[in-house]
């Protein structure tokens, strides 16, 4: 399957960088290395995550206090990062 971000994950995968940086710069990357990695992995088993809603689903990214909301396109073959949130952070609305 092909792996998609929509503009609002691609903001909040930039927004969970800066903020890890202000704090810690040497693990910024690694944060958004994990993030990427966990994203190939549902574009590789894209129903591995469990389903919050119609058509959205959520998967935590490994040993990171982040979730990634994503759907899934059989049909077209796609999986979007629809977004990225803290797993403290209220669910997605």
Known sequence: MKLVYA???VRR???IADYVRE???GAAD???RAIRETA???RRHPFVGRSVRPEVRIFA???MPYLIYYQVDER???VTIV???HAAQDRLA
Do not use: G, I
């Open 76 to 78: 077209r073959e796609v």
């Open 40 to 42: 190939e992995l549902l």
């Open 13 to 15: 995968l930039a927004d």
């Open 23 to 25: 704090r810690n710069p």
């Open 30 to 32: 690694e944060v958004e």
């Open 7 to 9: 503009r609002r994950a």
């Open 61 to 63: 990214v490994p040993r």
């Open 83 to 85: 977004t990225l949130r």
